[in-house]
């Protein structure tokens, strides 16, 4: 069902250079596989998958409090194993996250709005907006929001259409070169893994690489808000990877849980 | 049918502080009462009325050589007699002038357009369409056209809309204060010239105190673009000064040419 020293060197080509930090990696697998109310993952199993994932296992007992001291996962103790759940606000920050992580395409949109502060002070409304909309900041004191904005009192000018030109300088802000350097380096890495895993496995290496693949995916694609390829650049690779994820996410399917659990205590 | 001390007296006030420059003053009877193909004006009429408005009459002729050389004027010799006309571009310059200073009312409008500027670069094609548009300028790189714009490779954001949210930053910046000062002291000097004037005016006297007053509303209405009302503070005095001008011109009405010319030469 496994061909382990495959799926291990796909491991090593979805860590190299650039190993998961044990706490972020922890986050990933419990918003992968342990996102849904009662889902428990036990410290045997999260430090067998750290293991695999090329990470020392002895320091995810020290994500593990972080994590807790963080209000993210608590702990409970059933006879000598501990289990671990996310807390309602690991699984609401989990839950944020993970339409975006796993939907099939890009957003689309069919309302822009322009907003425009005061050039000559401190654009404090428009941090606020950029800060809860997927927008791009223009400049000091302009945001491009895919998408309709409600008429708020913030003192910004707001204009709404269901068109709008944008030139290539737009585009290059939105989709900043370092993020498709970033996205064509995880391209490379995914396409150099591929031929390396099976058509499918539920093993616990399978779920480790499962998860990394997620984490690498991630740690990208939250680094930009979520636009429309219409405001991105004609050569942006976010898509492609896109969709190698999500065929290699196929192949390695989300496991049972308990057939987990059993896995890592043999 | 004139009172010429009242009117002498209005004459005064429309002038204190600020008196017309002479070939400003030219430009101004031109427009207002010889702006058709064929108008004419005799050197002795505009002496007349140059020096009806306290201007020194022989500086008349200094004005209209150089305007002769602008190419605003022709003249031409009838017998002991010098008439001038507008040129060609005298007539274009005034004809696209005339709609906004004779306007009832400010202009309106149910299209909005905002253009962008690639912040970190020269602004040049804003400025170019900021020229030949009635718009604001919201800092160094956005633009407020009360109006569609066609779309044009540019390289700037475009986005029109029937509906805008206007904050009072932006109304403050279509219409400055040193403008809103201006309305107020001409709003002044015509509410003190305005008991003044008689019912209805066409001696010489009453068509230079016409022009004196055409004048000094051009000179404050064209040193701002033509804006609707809502895109203006909301203590604009520019639409009272209109209506005020709109009286005073009612009662002041456009003497016949030759009869101008018959008086002038008492």
Redesign the interface.
Known sequence: MSNAPDLTRAVAILTENDPPRVWSFVVTVFGDLAQREGDALSGRLLARMADVAGLRPETVRVALHRLRKDGWIDSHRVGRRSDYTLTAFGRAQSAAAAPRIYSDRAPETKE?T?L?A????PAAALAEVANRTNAVL?????L?VPNSVD?IDN???????G????????RALAGPEEIKIAYRGLHGRLQRAEPLLPDRDTSLVGATTRVLIVHSWRRVLLRHPDLPAALLPEDWPGEQCRRVVADLLSRLPRPVLDTLETLAAD
Do not use: F, M
């Open positions: 822009w322009v425009l005061n050039p000559s002070e223009l400049g000091d004191a302009a491009l008429e003192g910004l000018l707001r204009i709404c259409s068109e709008v030109d944008i030139p290539d300088w737009v």
